[in-house]
DNA sequence: ATAAATTTGAA
DNA sequence: TCAAATTTA
């Protein structure tokens, strides 16, 4: 009885006990990836490039018994079926609401058939859904969740991958089938695959997880782990991070907390679908937000690092020229584009969420909201970034920003007098294109228009 | 009740 | 050919 294993992000093979434990020896599995053409154009070229050399790393961990198809799934996994006449589909489980979506249209088109389907390998500590108040109410606010979620708990990593199944060496379909995986060309600071993933985060614990705490929002220094896109893409599960802290130090506590969130995140857009793109607390939908002419250009400033706010351009930079944000740098240049620009949040999730690397529906769109006000949990609405003394803070030397924004990595602008350009703007580099205190008032206003 | 890209399908 | 519907992040 054949059994296909439809990966729908590269999820590792140990994380898929359901198949592996449960199957008979010898039990044959044809192991497949969907490539959506629609996923290519409207991703940037980071992305694809990671999730290429993702699915090339999962393709020679399984000596090349990876079948990389295109098209939609649910016709091709009907399709895929007849070929080997599989009589079960496993998928790797998605709670994204397109993953939903996609779900049911694959198994409405199996309806017929007689194949049965399942979801197996939760990418989260606590799958969704699972942490509930005591009257089985989902919880809206992170603290109380978490210290719920921690009673609930998660089981280990799994041993090891128990490959008892014959994989189906998919050189013997049709070669109509296969096609390569995407490969843009693109740079990355970062290797894909599981090797990669599980050195890296090796690596941090041995050489930062101790410093967690004190200095993850710091994005001059190399304090964190770089983690997320390897979650994105399942390169690296939680539970084998989990496993490696001892949550009685701060550092890992801290780090704890930040997988928490996570969790809390995905369980919000499970329980919420529609706050992927709108206000999680509707009572925003009234807030004026600017989307003219004016507006757009505002937004093109902000996309290409060209705002005379330095702290705001190298992040910006550093999103467009390598896939890939500080934490504390997405904060500040989005309550920047909510706050200082008035722009809708969502214009923001959509440019972070296409260029980003590790770019998440649940932790990208739920982040915004958290910056706009709208979310669970959310910043209170009162509370605006200032750029200049965030890059301060945060950026003490001024190294991120030279690191970021060649313009300001002259002798003359030493230290911390990078984030004040007392003397006007250096050759190149743009005025302030706002008043930060003028529109921080200005926003202000808005928020209190809506009550 | 998003914005952009794509497909569908009515003229 | 263009507007409407669908799909996607």
């Known amino acids: 009885m054949p059994t296909l294993l439809w990966f729908r992000r590269d999820l590792r093979l140990n994380d898929l006990p359901p198949l592996l434990e449960a199957a008979a020896d010898g039990t044959e599995v044809l192991a497949c990836f969907v490539l959506d053409p629609r996923l290519e154009t409207s991703s940037g070229p980071r992305r694809l490039q990671f999730l290429g050399d993702s699915l090339r790393t999962l393709a020679d961990s399984l000596d090349g018994r990876l079948l990389i198809t295109r098209g939609r799934p649910e016709e091709r996994i009907p399709l895929l079926c007849k070929q080997i006449n599989a009589t079960d589909v496993h998928i790797s489980a998605d709670f994204t609401p397109f993953g939903v979506r996609r779900d049911a249209a694959v198994a409405a088109a199996l309806a017929d058939s007689g194949v049965t389907l399942q979801a197996t390998g939760s990418p989260y500590l606590v799958t969704p859904g699972r942490v509930t108040k005591d009257d089985g109410t989902p919880y809206k606010v992170f603290t109380p969740f978490l210290a719920r979620w921690r009673d ?5 990593p799994a041993a090891s991958a128990t490959a008892k199944v014959n994989w189906i060496d998919p050189a ?10 995407p490969d843009p060309g693109a740079d990355l600071d970062l290797d894909a695959g599981e090797a990669a993933a599980l050195a890296g985060w090796k690596e941090f614990v041995g050489s930062h997880l101790a410093d967690y705490d004190e200095d993850r929002n710091r994005p001059d220094k190399a304090a964190t782990s770089r983690m997320s896109a ?29 997988l928490a969130f996570r969790d809390f995140y995905a369980a919000v857009l499970d329980q919420w679908p529609d706050s992927a793109w709108w206000n999680w607390n509707r009572n925003f939908d ?12 505002a937004f093109e400033a902000w996309k290409e690092g060209r705002t005379g706010f330095p702290i705001v351009d190298a992040g910006m930079r550093q999103l467009r020229d390598s896939g890939f944000m500080h934490n504390r740098v997405r904060m500040i240049v989005a309550s920047f584009l909510v706050k200082d620009l008035h722009l809708p949040w969502q214009w923001g999730a959509q440019w972070f969420l296409e260029q980003l690397v590790d770019g998440d529906m649940a932790n990208n769109q739920h982040g915004w909201q958290w910056c706009a006000g709208s979310g669970t949990d959310a910043a209170p609405y009162f509370r605006v970034f200032n750029p200049t003394t965030q890059g301060q803070k945060f950026d003490p030397d001024g190294e991120y920003i030279r690191r970021w924004v060649p313009e300001l990595a002259g002798p003359e602008l030493a230290g911390v007098d990078v984030h004040r350009l007392k003397d006007g703007p250096p050759p190149g580099y743009p ?11 200005e926003a202000l206003r808005r928020y209190g228009q809506i009550g």
Request: charged share 30%; aromatic share 6%.
């Open 152 to 156: 609930v708990g998660w089981r280990g």
């Open 172 to 181: 013997d379909l049709s070669a109509k089938l296969r096609v390569d995986a």
């Open 230 to 258: 390897h979650l994105k893409f399942g390169t690296i599960h939680p539970r084998t991070m989990a496993a490696d802290l001892d949550f009685r130090a701060k550092g890992p506590a801290s780090y704890l907390r930040e």
């Open 286 to 297: 009234a807030i004026e937000v600017d989307t003219g002419p004016e507006a757009t250009k």
């Open 431 to 441: 005025e302030p294109i706002v008043d930060h205190a003028a529109e921080r008032v």
